[in-house]
């Protein structure tokens, strides 16, 4: 399979329900299609490159922050290890060699650097406390980190704010503590079992996916994104925002929320991202 292109003409067969109302109706057309391996070894290379990946599209959106910031991926042969970034190299020089597998307890399985240690207390809780994620994603980002010091869940004032009603909270335990004990990711993966997201209060964003990196890069953008808007949303005093009402939020959270509508969103930043810096893939 070519991992770095997921481009192929839609089969309209009835044989094979749509996902979404964004597939097209017509046969014959290019539109990004899940990947289907052949191997253990082939679906790992895929997650990998894409983890880079989603490293870079991180840079590019201005998350970094020093050495803060984490993102992991499930291995698909051995659930109990998962492969994270490498310790204090920036998200905009991250290849899929540098990439680190770790297990559950901390330890460097495969790899030359060292993970961060905070980062792997929050993400070996999650995986180990919620064995159907595949993938988490955590950075210390200007509008999330500014939105969380609020203690407050987002509202349903934008269609993109939509995508996280009812799919996430707010999380006050270890408010602000730096979580370099075993225990401090415990109530952070206890959330995550009916969420895909979490507002950790002072302290700042994680985004969980039962499908991919793909969509657990996806919508941490798009929670940051809808952080940025509630605060700007939040400055105008003068007049208040009407909500949208909790059918209509629901209608599109089940349409414009769903793990596949995060997993196409990302198709177009790693199409452009591939294209910019294919050294990602070394």
Same mark, same amino acid.
Request: charged residues 20%; glycine residues 6%; negative net charge.
């Given at each position: 399979?070519?991992?770095?292109?997921?481009?192929?003409?839609?089969?309209?067969?009835?044989?094979?329900?749509?996902?979404? /109302?964004?597939?097209?109706?017509?046969? %014959?057309?290019?539109?990004?299609?899940?990947?289907?391996?052949?191997?253990?070894?082939?679906?790992?290379?895929?997650?990998?490159?894409?983890?880079? &990946?989603?490293? @870079?599209?991180?840079? @590019?959106? =201005?998350?970094?922050? =020093? +050495?803060?910031?984490?993102?992991?991926? @499930?291995?698909?042969?051995?659930?109990?290890? +998962?492969?994270?970034?490498?310790?204090?190299?920036? +998200? #905009?020089?991250?290849?899929?060699?540098?990439?680190?597998?770790?297990?559950?307890?901390?330890?460097? /399985?495969?790899?030359?650097?060292?993970?961060?240690?905070? %980062?792997?207390?929050?993400? #070996?809780?999650?995986?180990?406390?919620?064995?159907? *994620?595949?993938?988490?994603?955590? &950075?210390?980002?200007?509008?999330? %980190?500014?939105?969380?010091?609020?203690?407050?869940?987002?509202?349903?004032?934008?269609? !993109?704010?939509?995508?996280?009603?009812?799919?996430?909270? /707010?999380?006050?335990?270890?408010? %602000?503590? /730096?979580?370099?004990?075993?225990?401090?990711?415990?109530?952070?993966?206890?959330?995550?079992?009916?969420?895909?997201?979490?507002?950790?209060?002072?302290?700042?964003?994680?985004?969980?996916?039962?499908?991919? *990196?793909? !969509?657990?890069?996806?919508?941490?953008?798009?929670?940051?994104?809808?952080?940025?808007?509630?605060?700007?949303?939040?400055?105008?005093?003068?007049?208040?925002?009407? +909500?949208? !009402?909790?059918?209509?939020?629901?209608?599109?959270?089940?349409?414009?929320?769903?793990?596949?509508?995060?997993?196409?969103?990302?198709?177009?930043?790693?199409?452009? *991202?591939?294209?910019?810096?294919?050294?990602?893939?070394?």
């Amino acid at each position: 399979m070519e991992t770095k292109n997921l481009q192929a003409r839609q089969d309209d067969s009835s044989d094979t329900p749509k996902k979404s /109302v964004y597939q097209p109706n017509q046969e %014959g057309l290019i539109f990004p299609q899940e990947p289907v391996f052949k191997s253990h070894e082939e679906e790992r290379q895929h997650r990998k490159e894409r983890l880079a &990946a989603a490293c @870079r599209l991180f840079a @590019r959106h =201005g998350f970094s922050f =020093g +050495f803060g910031g984490h993102l992991t991926v @499930r291995d698909p042969e051995h659930p109990e290890l +998962f492969w994270t970034n490498p310790m204090a190299v920036p +998200f #905009s020089m991250v290849k899929t060699s540098m990439l680190v597998q770790v297990d559950h307890k901390g330890k460097v /399985v495969q790899g030359d650097y060292a993970i961060n240690q905070a %980062g792997y207390v929050l993400h #070996s809780a999650i995986h180990e406390q919620n064995p159907d *994620i595949i993938a988490s994603c955590h &950075a210390h980002t200007v509008h999330g %980190g500014a939105w969380a010091a609020f203690g407050r869940p987002l509202d349903p004032v934008t269609q !993109d704010a939509c995508m996280f009603y009812g799919d996430h909270a /707010v999380l006050g335990d270890g408010a %602000g503590k /730096v979580p370099v004990a075993a225990e401090s990711g415990n109530p952070v993966a206890l959330a995550f079992a009916d969420n895909k997201a979490i507002i950790h209060q002072n302290h700042g964003l994680l985004v969980a996916s039962r499908h991919s *990196i793909d !969509d657990a890069c996806w919508h941490f953008i798009a929670l940051d994104h809808c952080c940025r808007m509630q605060l700007m949303i939040e400055a105008a005093h003068e007049i208040r925002p009407k +909500f949208i !009402d909790a059918k209509h939020a629901a209608y599109s959270r089940e349409h414009l929320g769903n793990e596949f509508i995060g997993w196409l969103h990302f198709q177009t930043l790693f199409a452009e *991202i591939a294209h910019l810096q294919p050294d990602l893939f070394d």
